[in-house]
């Protein structure tokens, strides 16, 4: 029986490692697209952390490369295609929108029509992100909801969701978005606040650091782990229609929260470390986003297993044993 095949955009990111480790699991053949650049095997640190970079085969490519991604498609013929890739920090978008929007907007429309042109019959998946909601309009946010992106990277991901719509609904393509809420883990970029938080707190514990310089305390979000949200995204892509689905875990915490249960961790009490600074207020902050999985449950029959404190200790225990090792 012939292996099934995917090609996945943003290989060597978070969600991209996870799901390569999960696809590798059921046997699929995993094709990553990277980017080439100076760096190049260096980018490769989340896929030897889990210990899968042998198992994964990478191509160079590239989202704004419209040629390169048709001839990646046409000679790999995979089965599915997931679009992980973007410009996704959001403070960086403000700094870089006019990159933000191409990679993280165009670059889509660049996949959907190499799959258009090249693999017709392959199922595609889009990142979509809760970003979108931005300035909220309903509490608890759907599939339903309004979106009001409240950042160039939230404008940009609202392009790509729309377009992955209007590409399915315009073609006939199997084409998901999911609307994934914050979703984290030791693979996350130290850029993103849960990994700065964990690493921190790590770093302060073995006396490499001394204190924590954070923006909006109160600001509150859904998080999960990347490890349940990438499950997630293959469910979509099992199912007999194409849909879009917010994958949350419909619960809430602050940052403030967040910040206690990590120094908490290694016995510190965060009162001591942590400095409100300025510089890291957002000019359009996001304050609340809380999401509604319900789809996800009802219809792919998801369900998150791992919960925030246990995603946090996993953080704080893979930050300490990194510092340790460079000791």
């Known amino acids: 029986m012939t292996k099934k095949c995917a090609v996945i955009t943003g290989i060597t990111g978070q969600d991209g490692a996870y799901l390569s480790q999960l696809l590798l699991e059921k046997d699929y053949r995993v ?73 993280t907007g165009v670059g889509v429309v660049n996949v959907l029509e190499a799959v258009r042109i090249a693999a017709p019959e392959a199922r595609f998946y889009q990142a979509s992100s809760s970003e979108m909601y931005g300035l909220i309009q309903e509490p608890i946010q759907s599939e339903d909801t309004p ?11 609202l392009m790509g969701h729309w377009m992955t719509i209007n590409y399915r609904e315009s073609f006939n ?32 514990a073995l006396g490499k650091a001394d204190e ?28 007999d229609v194409a849909d879009d689905y917010v994958v949350a875990t419909g619960v809430t ?43 996800a449950k009802a219809k792919l029959g998801w369900e998150p297993k791992i919960s925030l404190d246990e995603m946090i200790s996993e953080m704080v225990d893979a930050d300490l044993a990194r510092h340790k090792a460079q000791s």
């Not at 199997?174 to 790590?202: D, M, Q, Y």
């Not at 923006?215 to 995204?233: E, P, Q």
């Not at 940052?255 to 890291?280: C, E, H, M, N, Q």
Request: include cysteine; charge should be neutral; proline fraction near 5%.
């Open 31 to 103: 094709v990553g697209v990277v980017r080439r650049s100076s760096h190049y095997g260096v980018a490769t640190h989340r896929l030897d952390w889990l210990g899968i970079t042998d198992q994964v085969e990478l191509v160079d490519g590239d989202l704004l490369d419209l040629g390169g991604l048709i001839r990646t498609i046409s000679e790999v013929k995979p089965d599915e295609v997931y679009n992980l890739a973007a410009q996704s920090f959001v403070k960086t978008s403000w700094d870089q929108p006019v990159l933000t929007a191409q990679a």
């Open 147 to 157: 979106f009001y992106p409240r950042s160039p990277y939230a404008v940009a991901k």
């Open 212 to 239: 924590l310089r954070m923006g909006n305390l109160d600001a509150t979000r859904d998080w999960g782990h990347a490890k349940d949200y990438v499950h997630a995204m293959w469910l979509m892509l099992q199912q």
């Open 253 to 295: 915490t602050s940052v403030k929260d967040l910040i206690t249960s990590a120094f908490g961790r290694v016995g510190l009490d965060p009162d001591k470390y942590v400095k409100i600074d300025p510089s890291f207020m957002r000019p359009a902050e996001v304050d609340v986003l809380l999401g509604n999985p319900a789809k």
């Open 173 to 204: 393509l199997f084409a998901c978005s999911g609307i994934l809420f914050n979703h984290e883990s030791p693979l996350r970029g130290l850029e993103f606040v849960t990994r700065k938080v964990t690493n921190a707190a790590a770093m302060i």
